[in-house]
């Protein structure tokens, strides 16, 4: 088996992208609080913090190398089973699709990477591995 990652590494690594996407959430809110309209400022960032996440954890993770900046930290990265690149559309489905699920089922889908496999039901959905970058 490949050096897969398990459940904590995973995890650290999610936060570390939390927290920068935290911030920069954080700034543009603040960008807007200003307005004239205090809903129309909600829902302008919302929106733009919904279209920054998508972009964050799909295309660029699709185009680095299945990294994203906290995985790249703490040395990990999503590959397909056979190790290989992840396409764009299937990164979508293990982000977007996949990880609402594993959200919806209580974080169960998440915890699934503490067994003996270390795949999340996410990475069972989008046929991907999370495993150490060389």
Known sequence: MENRAGFWI???ALIIDSLILGVIQFIISMLFVGLDDPEAGTMVTSVISLVLTI???V???AKNNGQTFG???TGI???NVDGSRVSM???ALRELIGKMISTLILFIGYLMAAGKSKRA???YIAKTIVIRAE
Do not use: C, I, P, S
Request: hydrophobic share 55%; glycine share 4%; aromatic share 24%.
């Open 10 to 12: 995973r995890f650290v």
């Open 55 to 57: 972009v964050y954890f």
């Open 59 to 61: 295309w660029f993770q």
């Open 71 to 73: 995985k790249k930290l």
């Open 77 to 79: 990265r999503v590959a």
């Open 89 to 91: 559309g299937m990164m």
């Open 121 to 123: 039901l996410h990475d």
